[in-house]
């Protein structure tokens, strides 16, 4: 594949509409881009960690309720991500007690992204479009 820049969204489209079953990568943003199946880390023998979309919902450590893939989305965002940097970091488990204390996702986005300074509004914007 030849990407001009990085093939992260084009190896995503590509492994979400079956053209190809895996992606063999170390970096994360191919989770925001909605691959389903990422094979990290891998070593010389071949072996890595093997991550499918199927079991996010399903982790433990993530207590989303109504757990969608745009909330998820969204606290990756405001944790920072290749295109948009918070000027305070955040605990997840802040995050996570955020996004449940609103019905709609539209809420909470509306109650988060106000504190923000219009340029990093712009920002969080353009991210999460681009994965989207």
């Known amino acids: 594949m ?7 969204s084009q190896l995503a489209f590509l492994n979400k ?10 970096d994360t943003d191919l989770i925001l881009y909605g691959s389903k199946s ?11 960690k093997l991550y499918n979309n199927r079991k996010l919902c399903k982790t433990s450590s993530f207590q989303i309720k ?3 893939f745009d909330k ?11 295109y948009f940097f918070p000027k305070e970091k955040t605990h997840f488990h802040f995050i996570i007690k955020s ?3 609103f019905f709609h996702l539209e809420s909470f986005f509306r109650s ?17 479009l681009i994965y989207k």
């Open 99 to 101: 996004i449940n204390s």
């Open 72 to 82: 998820f989305l969204f606290m990756c965002i405001l944790k920072g991500c290749d």
């Open 2 to 8: 030849i990407a001009p820049y990085e093939a992260d």
């Open 38 to 48: 990422i094979l990290f880390s891998m070593d010389k023998n071949l072996k890595g």
């Open 17 to 26: 509409n079956g053209y190809i079953n895996l992606v063999i990568s170390n």
């Open 66 to 68: 109504k757990f969608s």
């Open 112 to 128: 988060v992204i106000c504190r923000f300074h219009k340029n990093q509004r712009i920002k969080f914007l353009k991210a999460f």
